[in-house]
């Protein structure tokens, strides 16, 4: 399985390496179609407010998505942008009889803003940079498919922690891009001014690149390097695990639903669910994006 996962993620970044600089007559511009954020979001990002339903093909759970980024305000030169992010991602179980009982879910809102910079005789392929800022609330919390009706209590699990616990977070996060049409690359950084549990590095990192290819279709990865919590240490926990989702997938404008996405994914590293933030897991997924 390991070296299986190693060739997956070694083929796609071949791919995106290779697929370089695009020509905009063969490759559908990543702007396809236009979303309500000067920032477009980022497409294999899993932390990305998004409506999504991503079945996981390895096992017996459903990720299901539901939110939104929108610009409040806009200047007229369009070089900067502040507006609100809603989101909230669900792990449910797949069960007989279409049942789907949600084991847990997370919540975000906040505020960001975005500056935009027209590149002219730039050096680099690319021709505009940004700038974008969050800062962000999340808490997660476990629901009915994390419930034994029948001995009446929590299903305690692999948890470190006596359910029901409080996870939450209040972050401010950047993320500079460079972009043209077909292709972006972008880094991050993520700083945690609160967190309940407390005893973790309040530092993460990410990095990542998207390439649109013909036929619609269109490659992206992204990479975070996220700090490692250990229960029991009397400080900070330094460590750090690499955190790679990557996505291709391909806008269904054929069929006249230019908004919608039909992708695959694969993820592995720390779990993205606040339930399961002290766990790692790696899985595929094919399922459904829409873009608003």
């Given amino acids: 399985m390991n070296k299986r996962n190693r060739l997956f993620k070694t083929l796609i970044l071949a791919a995106l390496c290779a697929a370089g600089p695009v020509n905009t007559a063969t490759a559908e511009s990543l702007i396809q179609p236009k979303f309500d954020t000067m920032f477009e979001p980022l497409l294999a990002d899993p932390m990305e407010p998004r409506i999504a339903v991503m079945p996981k093909l390895d096992k017996k759970q459903l990720q299901l998505d539901i939110g939104s980024s929108a610009d409040l305000y806009r200047n007229k030169e369009r070089t900067f942008a502040a507006g609100i992010d809603f989101a909230t991602w669900s792990l449910l179980n797949r069960t007989d009889n279409f049942k789907f009982p949600v ?26 940079a940004f700038l974008r800022v969050r800062l962000s609330h999340i808490s997660a919390h476990f629901e009915d498919g994390h419930y034994d009706k029948v001995a009446r209590n929590w299903i305690q699990g692999d948890s470190p922690f006596e359910i029901p616990y409080t996870f939450s977070r209040e972050f401010v996060n950047l993320t500079a891009s460079l972009s043209s049409p077909g292709q972006r690359v972008y880094v991050g950084y993520q700083y945690m001014f609160h967190t309940i549990p407390a005893g973790i590095n309040s530092s993460s990192f990410q990095a990542g690149a ?15 390097l996220l700090p490692v919590w250990q229960g029991g240490s009397t400080g900070k926990t330094d460590s750090f695990r690499g955190t790679w989702n990557l996505q291709t997938g391909m806008r269904m404008k054929s069929l006249g639903l230019e908004n919608v996405r039909l992708a695959f994914n694969y993820f592995s590293g720390m779990s993205r669910q606040g339930m399961y933030f002290y766990k790692p897991e790696s899985f595929s997924s094919l399922g459904m994006i829409v873009d608003l």
Wanted: proline share 5%.
């Fill in 103 to 128: 084991d847990c879910i997370d919540y975000l809102f906040g505020f960001n803003t975005t500056f935009r910079q027209h590149l002219k005789d730039s050096l680099v392929p690319f021709d505009e």
């Fill in 210 to 224: 998207e390439i649109g290819l013909p036929a619609n279709a269109y490659l992206a990865a992204d990479y975070k």
